[in-house]
């Protein structure tokens, strides 16, 4: 069954058309690897999703349910869980404020958090501003766990990171993956994105242009879609 649905949106800001017709669908337990250079439209098709960005055609459905016309706290109360690009953790809050700011009642709870990202429970009285990017790269991930979603959707996921880091965030994600969460997935490095995905979606000039299994990205798709 498709979790999540998205058929032909076309996405604008002002009068400047983003996406052209982006369609991807996700099923449950599913892991997603939404590709591109940068500039081809992955955030723009995250920020619709979310209702962040609305489509103004095209339709988008989670659960079997449109979702088009809801507002943006709502689509996220249906079970959609957003880290996004930059993490945005509450500078002002403790670790564990952040974490507990968002809750709803599931089976993630603080200790599963803190036992998938130990850090978080060492910290959990500092201000998330002085953690580093990594620490709060954990503590994102954490926090929309802590929605309890359906679907996890994470934009850059290990950018800028240290290897030490990223190691642990992709530790994380195949754990997760192996929880059976659905998970919408955007990196830039494809040795360790295209082991965890199922399947891939490539995305060119805000059009999806390509969609397969990670075995079938070959040197010549890599060239025409992913190269510099």
Sequence with gaps: MMLLEVKNIETFYGASQALFGVSLGI???????????????KSTTIRSICNLSPPRRGEI????????RQPAFRVA?????????????????TVHENLVAAARPGRWTLERVNELF??????????????????????????????NPTLLILDEATEGLAPV????????????????????????????LLPV?????????GRSVWTGRPGEIDGTIKDRYLGI
């Design 27 to 41: 099923g449950e337990g599913e892991v997603m690897a939404l590709m591109g250079r940068n500039g081809m439209g």
């Design 61 to 68: 459905s989670f659960a079997g349910k449109s979702t088009s």
């Design 77 to 93: 109360r249906r079970g959609i869980g957003l880290v996004p690009e930059g993490r945005r953790c509450f500078s002002t809050l």
């Design 118 to 147: 130990p850090r978080l429970a060492e910290r959990r009285h500092q201000l998330s501003r002085t953690l580093s990017g990594g620490e709060q790269q954990m503590l994102a991930i954490g926090r929309a766990l802590m929605t």
């Design 165 to 192: 880091i990223r190691d642990d965030i992709w530790r994380a994600i195949k754990a997760l993956k192996a929880d059976g969460l659905s998970i919408l997935l955007v990196d830039k490095t494809l040795s360790e």
């Design 197 to 205: 995905a199922d399947r891939c979606v490539i995305l060119e000039n």
